[in-house]
């Protein structure tokens, strides 16, 4: 499914016949938002059952007045985003300033000083923020635009409102499953123009970085980097995707001719799907699903 409005494209929607508009208090509003993208998800509290998923395509913007306008011109169009009677809200930013804290070194009065090392940020139009990991140590500090912040905030200010980083979602939910499937692996996540890569040592996070994408072969070249980085062989490490690709497509061919004991990830089973979801590949959209596992 494909719709096209000034500022965005609705480019896949699927939604369960047991969705009930009427239960709206039950559900939890997943929100990912990107520079060039947007999805959401709404999951029911009583059963763990995704109910709704929507990915939109988001015209450029030049500045981050022009984003929140497309944004705003996304939940006003929408039938269910401006409600503000969600059980509770998960809101995941996409971007490039963030940095992973040790619990045992975090200090909530240095967020500023954690984020400079990794990016630079502008005090006037960025608000930092942090999410406390549960699966691991580590303290996510990351930028969110203050105009989106203060909006998204005043729009659900009577729920329960937790904002993330994408990496927090992708780390949580690949703990999750090296816990059920038992292996350690690396993990790659294939967003539009990044590419995401995990790693764990004793159920333990080991690794995460983001990688942006400016051609096919910067993702061998990065994955290459962290291999060596690691110690880790291409001929026998176990890798796991998730993410924008296809099974059958000409990247995935191409991947498989450096990286032999590669596999896709499975759809995450603290979930449960509606046969209406099976038009969407159970690799995709694994950050969405994630942030269930996110308080």
Same mark, same amino acid.
Request: net charge positive; glycine share 4%; with cysteine.
């Given at each position: 499914?494909?719709?096209?409005?000034?500022?965005?494209?609705?480019?896949?929607?699927?939604?369960?016949?047991?969705?009930?508009?009427?239960?709206?208090?039950?559900?939890?509003?997943?929100?990912?938002?990107?520079?060039?993208?947007?999805?959401?998800?709404?999951?029911?509290?009583? &059963?763990?059952?995704?109910?709704?998923?929507?990915?939109?395509?988001?015209? =450029?913007?030049?500045?981050?007045?022009?984003?929140?306008?497309?944004?705003?011109? !996304?939940? /006003?169009?929408?039938? #269910?985003?401006?409600?503000?009677?969600?059980?509770?809200?998960?809101?995941?930013?996409?971007? /490039?300033?963030?940095?992973?804290? =040790?619990?045992?070194?975090?200090?909530?009065?240095? #967020?500023?000083?954690?984020?400079?090392?990794?990016?630079? !940020?502008?005090?006037?139009?960025?608000?930092?923020?942090?999410?406390?990991?549960?699966?691991?140590?580590?303290?996510? !500090?990351?930028?969110?635009?203050?105009? !989106?912040?203060?909006?998204?905030?005043?729009?659900?200010?009577?729920?329960?409102?937790?904002?993330?980083?994408?990496?927090?979602?992708?780390?949580?939910?690949?703990?999750?499953?090296?816990?059920?499937?038992?292996?350690?692996?690396?993990?790659?996540?294939?967003?539009?123009?990044?590419?995401?890569?995990?790693? #764990?040592?004793?159920?333990?996070?080991?690794?995460?970085?983001?990688? &942006?994408?400016?051609? $096919?072969?910067?993702?061998?070249?990065?994955?290459?980097?962290?291999?060596?980085?690691?110690?880790? &062989?291409?001929?026998?490490?176990?890798?796991? #995707?998730?993410?924008?690709?296809?099974?059958?497509? =000409?990247?995935?061919?191409?991947?498989?001719?450096?990286?032999?004991?590669? /596999?896709?990830?499975?759809? =995450?089973?603290?979930?449960?799907?509606?046969?209406?979801?099976?038009?969407?590949?159970?690799?995709?959209? $694994?950050?969405?699903?994630?942030?269930?596992?996110?308080?």
């Amino acid at each position: 499914m494909e719709t096209t409005t000034a500022g965005y494209r609705l480019i896949k929607k699927i939604k369960d016949d047991k969705f009930d508009v009427d239960s709206l208090h039950d559900y939890n509003l997943h929100i990912q938002l990107g520079i060039r993208d947007l999805q959401i998800a709404v999951v029911d509290s009583t &059963s763990n059952k995704c109910l709704i998923l929507e990915d939109f395509i988001l015209d =450029p913007a030049k500045t981050y007045s022009e984003l929140l306008t497309i944004i705003k011109a !996304v939940f /006003s169009d929408h039938h #269910l985003l401006m409600a503000g009677f969600w059980k509770r809200v998960r809101v995941s930013i996409k971007n /490039s300033k963030f940095s992973l804290v =040790p619990s045992s070194l975090f200090v909530k009065d240095a #967020l500023l000083d954690y984020l400079r090392l990794n990016a630079k !940020v502008n005090e006037s139009t960025e608000t930092v923020l942090y999410y406390k990991h549960i699966k691991t140590t580590a303290v996510s !500090v990351f930028a969110i635009n203050t105009g !989106v912040y203060k909006w998204l905030t005043e729009l659900y200010k009577n729920t329960e409102v937790v904002f993330m980083h994408q990496s927090s979602a992708l780390i949580e939910g690949v703990i999750n499953n090296a816990q059920i499937h038992r292996r350690e692996s690396m993990y790659l996540y294939i967003d539009r123009f990044k590419l995401h890569v995990t790693t #764990l040592k004793n159920n333990k996070l080991e690794y995460y970085n983001q990688f &942006s994408i400016k051609q $096919f072969n910067d993702y061998i070249r990065y994955i290459m980097l962290v291999m060596k980085g690691l110690n880790r &062989s291409q001929k026998t490490s176990d890798v796991v #995707l998730w993410g924008y690709i296809g099974k059958q497509s =000409p990247h995935y061919n191409e991947f498989y001719k450096y990286i032999k004991n590669i /596999s896709f990830g499975d759809r =995450p089973t603290y979930l449960k799907y509606g046969y209406m979801f099976d038009e969407a590949q159970d690799h995709h959209f $694994f950050d969405l699903y994630s942030m269930h596992l996110c308080d």
